[in-house]
């Protein structure tokens, strides 16, 4: 069965650094871009971060770069999201996701994951 966990989710107070991740139990694991979402109440998800299939290349948006990284390590079949200097505007749930491309919309992920919440307290 095809299936994505998340973990790593918390409360922490602004300036303070979480790292997420996410198991893939994907018999093809290799073949995927990953990515991770984030949705704050009463908002649309948006992209936050993806890498290659080969991870390669990484992708950011704006709001995180330079403090968000993302990385996968093949042989645990599993993706991270090291975060560092968080703000209260990063809070939300943070899904991970996977797909062919690692693109922004979320549209063309094929795989999600339930979900961790991330609270940044100011």
């Known amino acids: 069965q095809e299936e994505l966990v998340e973990s790593g989710g918390g409360l922490v107070q602004a300036g303070g650094s979480l790292r997420l991740s996410c198991v893939a139990s994907?018999?093809?694991?290799?073949?995927?871009?990953m990515a991770w979402f984030r949705q704050a109440p009463e908002k649309e998800r948006e992209f936050v971060a993806a890498i290659t299939w080969d991870g390669g290349n990484t992708y950011y948006s704006d709001s995180v770069k330079g403090r968000f990284t993302v990385s996968r390590e093949y042989a645990k079949g599993t993706v991270y999201l090291q975060m560092n200097s968080l703000k209260p505007e990063d809070t939300g749930v943070y899904y991970c996701?996977?797909?062919?491309?690692?693109?922004?919309?979320?549209?063309?992920?094929?795989?999600w994951g339930q979900g961790t919440q991330v609270t940044v307290s100011s």
């Open positions: 996701a996977a797909g062919i491309r690692p693109v922004v919309g979320p549209h063309e992920y094929i795989y």
């Open positions: 994907l018999r093809t694991f290799r073949t995927y871009a």
